[in-house]
């Protein structure tokens, strides 16, 4: 996610660098960068040359051009002017004050409004909510099927109603859900385009019979330049509460966000980040301003593992590690968890400075799982004993997983090198460690 | 009202949205200087045209302003030089086949299987016979939408299981389609980020097998792009090329603001054509691609009333 934004940032920053005392030709350069940067990025042109003014003039006002550090000063400026645009809090979800909170999700075709309502259902329910769904698409041939499944696969209500009329079937969604005490209510509305002005008044019909606490508008987050024009337009209709970004665990720059964000002032509450239901995240914009800035979202990382890993094995592998004491089937125990957390393309991109260097490069998803099928062809006695695996042995293991006997080889070997590195480790002490893995 | 008509209306939203500006730029008699090059410049990136290929066209107005001096008339030239970049991708018509199997792929929401319908729906028109494969088997209710647009026009819809595997469908509906002479197979397939390999060789081998049971199939591989996708569709006509080999562009979308000038944008870098342009919820709001039109909408109407 915002990897190409990323690695263009990360280029201009590395030429500051290089020139160590900065004139205001070296700033005016580096803004043409940042501006090609931004443009390439699909923030909206007038968006971005206002972001460009603002950084520009603290960059030439400033102390950079005297500053013995004057790119990490430069970096400082245009991170805190991102972090700025895209709104400076974690925003939170509006709730009514009788329940249930109405939630009403608009926005163009194909943004994803009908994934998201599941999704968010999800997470309510998660929450110990018991939420509905109302399909009120019905515009799309089957896109009510489609809610329907996606409701039946998370064990949430979806209410359809007998009208043809969108108005009335989300008022008698809502009165169903006051009868069995459900909430919040998450209306999902047909995609329409902003210059539809019937499709529109529908929308205001539809938020004066409900009276939402809460209208979410789904945008794209591949939207290019027109980005602006359609949110601008939802929102002198419908003054939408809140922002979801969708499809952003594409290789999109997402500059969309920041347009979105700079002709609203209209806080982003979540992104859609996975196809899966449980791929929704809330938005920080300090983390996203991070990333655009080449800084990896490590704090993401560390949430994904504490919500994914189990507690109690990892203690048992600190352990095992610190007594150097680590077997296959150990082994296999942390590709199990690891694979809980998401593809390791995902994982790589949160990694601080990962971002740009991993740009090209293809992550094997295979070969994990070859490891995977290698150790479950092992007895458990191999498994914790790996230097009795003799040639019949491997030629057995290979056959069971459906590889070759090099694929075996291979793999214990790397599994050797692993060992080698952790007697090292554990001789190096903590202050070694991070001579190791550090620059 | 006639197709033309329609889309006409279609367009003139579009149009509405830049009209004003463009004719302040295009002021007959202007001079084709320093500032009117910044004010095309902003108009191009504006409409998602991307920088290399706006630099490109920018670069071709400056020399011809040289050539011809600052009265050229540099709305005239862009228009041109914005049309000779969609023909040249147009240049080869796709191989023929029996039946012609065409292969729809793209991002998830940019209407693929709408696409299909009105596809399908153009090609019946023409009194063609068409079948559909129903080979997006991921998405919820997927399969169903197909079988409505296939009522509404009467045409066969060969399908799976939800979840099932799209290779098989694919193959399946080839064999039907072969088995009665159909002229046209149109093969939907599930939405998926062009980053994600996996997705990404399911899609392959679904190329694969198709080709395997026909020399030749894919006839075509259509690449269904959103008109308000930004530079992300370059990737996207990148990712998709290089696993499905796409032939061709269908532009949907385009009764909205966006202009989808990241196509021209493709088709000047990649040399991908467009081949149709989608634009409506009805299944005959579909034409094939006009390049003229496409320059019409992206840069206004001629200034100069010159018609007639």
């Known amino acids: ?439 | 009202m006639g197709l033309f008509n329609k889309l006409k209306q279609a367009l003139t939203k579009t149009r509405e949205a830049i009209s004003d500006k463009l004719a302040a730029v295009f002021k007959p008699g202007r001079k084709l200087d320093k500032s009117l090059l910044q004010e095309l410049e902003d108009i191009l990136l504006s409409a998602d045209v991307g920088l290399e290929t706006t630099d490109h066209l920018i670069a071709k107005l400056q020399e011809a302003g040289r050539k011809v001096g600052p009265d050229a008339d540099a709305d005239a030239l862009l228009r041109e030089q914005v049309v000779a970049l969609l023909r040249e991708a147009e240049a080869t018509p796709p191989p023929q086949g029996a039946p012609h199997v065409v292969l729809v792929v793209g991002v998830n929401g940019t209407g693929k299987t709408t696409s299909v319908g009105k596809l399908g729906k153009y090609y019946a028109n023409q009194g063609k016979s068409v079948m559909f494969a129903a080979a997006d088997t991921f998405r919820a209710a997927a399969i169903e939408q197909l079988k409505i647009w296939g009522e509404r026009s009467g045409i066969q819809v060969v399908a799976g299981l939800p979840n099932g595997d799209s290779a098989a469908v694919a193959v399946d509906a080839l064999q039907a389609a072969a088995n009665r002479n159909t002229d046209f197979l149109i093969v939907d397939t599930a939405g998926r980020l062009h980053n994600k390999a996996n997705l990404m060789q399911e899609l392959e081998k679904v190329s694969r097998v198709l080709k395997k049971r026909q020399e030749g199939a894919p006839h075509e591989v259509l690449l269904v792009l959103d008109a308000t996708t930004g530079q992300n569709g370059l990737n996207q006509a990148r990712e998709f090329t290089r696993t499905a080999g796409v032939t061709g562009l269908i532009l949907t979308k385009i009764d909205g603001t966006a202009k989808g000038g990241v196509a021209l944008a493709i088709a000047h870098t990649m040399k991908l054509p467009i081949r149709y342009v989608g634009y409506g919820e009805s299944l005959d709001d579909f034409d094939p691609f006009d390049a003229e039109k496409f320059a019409e909408s992206l840069l206004g109407e001629r200034a100069e009333a010159s018609a007639n």
């Open chain 1, 1 to 439: 996610m915002f990897d190409d934004l990323t690695s263009k940032l990360d280029r201009v920053f590395r030429n500051l660098r290089g020139v160590g005392k900065i004139s205001e030709s070296n700033i005016r350069d580096a803004m043409a960068d940042v501006r090609r940067a931004l443009l390439e990025a699909d923030v909206n042109l007038q968006v971005s040359r206002d972001f460009l003014a603002r950084v520009e003039e603290k960059a030439l006002g400033q102390e950079v051009m005297k500053s013995l550090q004057p790119a990490q000063l430069f970096v400082k400026i245009v991170h805190d002017e991102l972090v700025a645009l895209l709104g400076e809090k974690e925003a939170r979800m509006g709730t009514a004050k009788k329940p249930p909170t109405v939630i009403m999700v608009v926005g163009l075709q194909g943004s994803g409004k009908t994934t998201f309502c599941a999704k968010l259902a999800r997470h309510f329910k998660a929450k110990g909510r018991r939420p509905l769904l109302i399909a009120a698409d019905l515009q799309r041939p089957a896109a009510q099927d489609q809610l329907q499944v996606l409701g039946e696969s998370i064990g949430v209500n979806v209410f359809r109603g007998e009208s043809k009329n969108p108005v009335e079937v989300c008022e008698a969604g809502l009165r169903h859900a006051r009868k069995i005490s459900l909430d919040p209510v998450i209306l999902d509305t047909a995609g329409r385009l902003h210059v539809d002005d019937e499709l529109m008044n529908e929308l205001d019909r539809v938020r004066k019979g409900t009276e939402p606490a809460e209208i979410l508008f789904v945008a794209d987050g591949m939207t290019g330049q027109d980005a602006v024009n359609s949110a601008k337009a939802f929102f002198e209709r419908l003054s939408f509460s809140g922002v979801v970004l969708t499809k952003m665990d594409g290789d999109t720059r997402g500059g969309a966000a920041l347009s979105i964000r700079a002709v609203t002032d209209v806080p982003i509450k979540f992104m859609s980040v996975g196809e899966k239901l449980d791929q929704l995240e809330p938005f920080h914009p300090d983390r996203v301003a991070g990333r655009i800035l080449g800084r990896g979202d490590i704090v993401t990382l560390v949430e994904r593992a504490q919500a994914t890993l189990d507690e109690t094995k990892a203690a048992e592998l600190e352990a095992k590690l610190r007594k150097a004491d680590f077997n296959l089937q150990d082994f296999l125990d942390q590709l199990k968890q690891l694979k809980k957390m998401g593809s390791l393309t995902d994982l790589l991109g949160m990694i601080p400075g990962m971002g740009a260097r991993m740009k090209n490069v293809q992550v094997d998803e295979r070969a994990l799982k070859h490891t995977e099928a290698l150790i479950l062809s092992m007895t458990p006695f191999e498994r914790e004993r790996p230097q009795v695996l003799n040639a019949s042995r491997r030629k057995r293991i290979a056959a069971g997983a459906g590889l070759s006997v090099q694929h075996v080889n291979r793999m214990i070997q790397q599994y050797d090198q692993m060992v080698t590195m952790m007697k090292q480790l554990r001789k190096a002490g903590p202050g070694q460690v991070k001579r190791v893995f550090g620059r």
